[in-house]
């Protein structure tokens, strides 16, 4: 791997003129592996961002990207490690228990002598202190990555982020013309399917537009084939995935769930007791196994004497096929919210599917800390989907699904008493209290019309009182005129 690396460097260290065509050729695999961006790229488009594009080594501490300034170009990370910051507005209020991972330290060559004496602590303190100044700490990036791209699909074209080299990196470098005539197109399409899916979904709504803008460069598009395993049951828990098309199958093996968890091993003896017992009641229980002939009972004689050995029927992998989840639905959820740390299903797609990928880190961060009020819909509507794929049958052979609708139910259900206990909190403290400033602004809106001018503008002194006293002179005069007519007029018809 590292001689195909050191090939790899020194096939795009060179300028593009000088970069021959066998030679580009011959790295296309190794950029589909690397890069995610790469893997469904067409081999023309690849082949032309390998051609062109150019080779940059930041050292530790330089920063690639800085916030405000205006961006050419986006990279793709080969080898090191930088880290995501952003400045807010109001980066004072933001939470401080998030903190950037120390920098690593210089690593030497085997070669090279390894150095005498540490670095200084005022080096560290002068590379924290850069980083504080950069703002908020958001996420690092591994070799893989592709970072700067928002940029390019904004039409102002201004960095949104600041991003520092924990170490010594390698970097590609796209400029703007390459990727308007590479990569544009599939950056810009995923980032507005993200953009789609994030207003278009429930869960999110509500959210400050600064956060819709950070989930949109945290989630991840991924693409799996047909019969590809999305997730593996018993894998460590890493993401959650969000369908955007496609259709994947949701299998399971109960006998696995008793050695992936056993902190319910208490509830999987009790559901094994229960099954025995119907079993029991229905004769099946000494039913042989058609594939199994050999007998349960071996004779062995060691040493003058017969001894009799139980042996154990192999128990076989049963897997037990849940249900099909199709658009706007999700994988990985149940776990994350219920703190299981294994993936207690095997997801396999039935078709070619795209899934957008939110990373637990990310997770913390957005949602956990600054958005707790997503958790609580989403486990609202794990509770709903437990419920719906809870069949009789499957009750009965998936044990591990009706504890976890239970614990979904019992977690919903004190949050629910939590919201009630905080209502009537604040009931009673404006009760207590007397009115408040909302309060008084609804009774003054029952004097005072909640829309209209608020200035009479017949009111005295002003022009239009003028004219209205005048017009009601004229009609008094007029009035009194009238009066008199009638009242002389019969005096000269009676002479």
């Known amino acids: 791997m ?35 961006l790469f893997r469904n790229l067409k081999t023309e488009l690849l082949f032309d961002i390998i051609k062109n594009l150019q080779f940059a080594t930041k050292e530790r501490d330089d920063v690639i990207i800085r916030q405000g300034d205006k961006g050419e170009c986006m990279y793709i990370l080969l080898r090191g490690q930088v880290t995501i910051f952003i400045q807010y507005a109001t980066s004072k209020t933001e939470d401080t228990d998030e903190r950037p991972p120390k920098p690593k330290p210089e690593q030497t060559a085997p070669d090279q002598a390894a150095p005498t004496a540490p670095a200084p ?47 010594r990196t390698d970097l590609i470098v796209v400029d703007r013309q390459l990727y308007n005539r590479s990569v544009k197109y599939v950056l810009q399409k995923e980032f507005e399917d993200k953009s789609t899916f994030i207003a278009t979904n429930p869960l999110f709504r509500g959210w400050a537009p600064r956060y819709h803008k950070q989930l949109t460069m945290a989630l991840q598009k991924d693409i799996c084939g047909y019969e590809g395993v999305l997730v593996k049951q018993g894998a460590p828990v890493t993401a959650i995935y969000f369908i955007l098309s496609g259709e994947v199958k949701v299998v399971m093996d109960p006998q696995q769930h008793k050695t992936q968890y056993p902190r319910f091993r208490d509830h999987f003896a009790k559901d094994d007791r229960i099954l025995a017992t119907s079993s029991d009641q229905n004769g099946l229980a000494d039913t042989p196994d058609s594939d199994d002939h050999s007998p349960r009972v071996s004779r062995e004689q060691t040493n003058g004497f017969v001894q009799f050995q139980y042996r154990r029927r192999p128990t076989k992998k049963q897997l037990v096929e849940v249900c099909l989840l199709g658009v ?16 207690m299903q095997t997801v396999i797609c039935t078709q070619k599917t795209d899934v957008l990928v939110l990373e637990m ?86 004097f005072v019309p909640t829309h209209g001018a608020l200035v009479d503008m017949y009111g005295p002194g002003t022009v239009f009182h003028h004219i209205r006293k005048r017009e009601q002179a004229k009609a008094q005069k ?5 009066q008199v007519r009638r009242f002389v007029s019969p005096q000269r018809a009676h002479n």
């Open 361 to 446: 880190k990310h997770y913390e961060r957005l949602l956990a800390k600054r958005n707790p009020r997503t958790i609580d819909k989403m486990m609202e509507n794990l509770e709903v989907k437990l419920d719906s794929r809870l069949t009789k049958h499957l009750e009965q052979s998936l044990p591990l699904v009706g504890l976890l609708l239970d614990k979904a139910r019992v977690h919903n259900i004190q949050r629910r008493r939590q919201r009630l206990a905080r209502q009537l909190s604040r009931q009673d403290r404006r009760q207590q209290t007397g009115p408040t400033r909302k309060t008084m602004a609804n009774s003054f809106d029952n």
């Open 328 to 343: 706007n639905e999700s994988v990985g959820d149940a776990e994350v919210l219920l703190d299981l740390d294994t993936y």
């Open 478 to 482: 007029e009035q009194k005129r009238q």
């Open 121 to 167: 602590a005022s080096a560290q303190e002068e590379s924290e202190l850069i980083r504080k100044r950069l703002g908020t700490y958001v996420c690092s990036l591994v070799p893989g990555a592709t970072f700067g791209e928002v940029a390019l699909l904004s039409e102002d074209c201004i960095r949104t982020a600041s991003i520092i080299a924990d170490e």
């Open 2 to 36: 590292a001689l195909t690396y050191e090939r790899v460097i020194r096939v795009i260290s060179q300028s593009p003129d000088k970069r021959k065509d066998f030679e580009v050729n011959n790295l296309l695999p190794w950029f589909r592996k690397k890069s995610d």
